[in-house]
């Protein structure tokens, strides 16, 4: 049975957890390139498995976070990516209603199509700050069959494109690969971190 205590993930920004929790997994939790690319950039066999979208309401601290209104929908995402068909990060994202127009209305059907290598090929494309958190490896905030015995680090940020907000947020499993990043943090994407974003 999954634990109810990290149901409700506590996202903080990364300056307000101690530096010895950080230590080690800072050079890729907080590389802000693109996870996806990481991935196949591993030499490993990637691939993708959308597990679950619909129309829903996102979460409380998810409306906030993207300045919705209490009332308003979204199409909520949530994907696997695996490696060597092992899964190594849960993937949600938030697509609200509003945002679901011009250039982001083909996010309504991606299907197994990676919403990182879209986004990231966009030059108008602008993602805020992270926030980070620590969950419980029986957290139900991931699938069932993907729990686990050691807890997992996990991160969020909002994405900017046409000037529509969406939010992902990713949970790093047992089998990831962590990397040492080879550029300092938010080098990769200078310019494209905007700290407005989320406020």
Known sequence: MAASYF?????????????P???????WLLDDGSLTQHLIDSGRSFSLERWQQRWEA???DEKRLLR?????????????????QI????????????SLTGPLLRLRKLENQSLGA??????DMRRSPFQITRLSGMSSYM?????QSA???????????????????????????????????HRSRRGLVDGTIGR
């Open 143 to 147: 699938p069932e069959h993907l729990h």
């Open 21 to 27: 929790a950080l230590a080690k997994v800072r050079p």
């Open 58 to 60: 996102p979460r409380l």
């Open 87 to 98: 899964p190594v990060v849960f993937a949600r994202s938030v697509f609200p209603t509003s």
């Open 118 to 123: 879209l986004l990231f090929a966009r030059t």
């Open 151 to 185: 807890s997992a680090w996990a991160r969020r940020s909002c994405f900017m494109v046409a000037g529509k907000p969406l939010l992902v947020s990713e949970v790093f499993l047992e089998a990831f690969p962590a990397w040492n990043s080879r550029l300092p943090l």
């Open 7 to 19: 149901d409700s993930p506590r996202w903080q920004e990364p300056c307000r957890l101690l530096e």
């Open 68 to 84: 919705m209104p209490l009332q308003a929908g979204a199409v909520v995402r949530s994907v696997i990516l695996k490696l060597d």
